[in-house]
């Protein structure tokens, strides 16, 4: 995972699958329950849409996001709005070093991007930032999705692996991400809505 690359994603005249320009349903009904809430983290954020939501829900919301580019966008969009955010470029692999630790992380399609190997580190990273007691509410590409276009699919079992330790999976529930048409034919995919907490 290195900054040209996701630089490179939001460089070119047709944004990304994930760039909608608004959250992704799934968390505006996170805000709608109250739940995006208190010192909140959005991990790998974009543009920032979901950073964006969360304060305009009353977090003390900081996006953070390895793309220069898409940080600068974010601010961009924070400062046209007049929301009070923050936005950070970092390494999801490295979080500990915001110097912040948080009540509620959100994740909108960011798990899915690792392999095995950072996976581990990504867990870690989120397990260095996020208090005993918080929530993680994590949405990933899910493996009821057909076809191989697209990130690497997840099952319940991988995310029940992967925080199996030092964590509480509260729910995983079946979703769908919203996406800008053309990459995978369809306005929508398969996803897994987890919410987790740190033990």
Request: charged residues 20%.
């Amino acid at each position: 995972m290195t900054t040209p690359s996701w630089d490179d994603s939001y460089s070119g005249s047709v944004p990304p699958p994930w760039d909608l320009g608004h959250p992704q349903p799934a968390f505006v009904r996170l805000a709608e329950q109250g739940l995006l809430t208190g010192q909140l983290l959005d991990a790998g954020c974009g543009t920032g849409e979901q950073t964006l939501l969360a304060a305009s829900s009353g977090a003390d919301a900081l996006g953070a996001d390895v793309s220069p580019l898409a940080i600068e966008r974010a601010r961009g969009k924070a400062a046209a709005r007049g929301l009070k955010v923050r936005f950070e470029v970092a390494d999801a692999l490295r979080l500990g070093e915001l110097g912040q630790a948080f009540d509620t992380v959100i994740d909108s399609g960011l798990f899915h991007v690792f392999d095995d190997e950072n996976r581990v580190r990504y867990v870690a990273s989120l397990a260095s930032v996020l208090r005993p007691g918080g929530r993680l509410y994590l949405m990933c590409f899910s493996d009821r999705q057909p076809g191989t276009v697209g990130p690497r699919r997840v099952s319940q079992d991988e995310l029940r692996a992967a925080f199996s330790d030092g964590w509480t999976i509260i729910a995983i529930q079946p979703g769908t991400f919203e996406v800008n048409p053309g990459f995978f034919g369809t306005t929508t995919t398969q996803a897994w809505l987890a919410t987790i907490s740190r033990v």
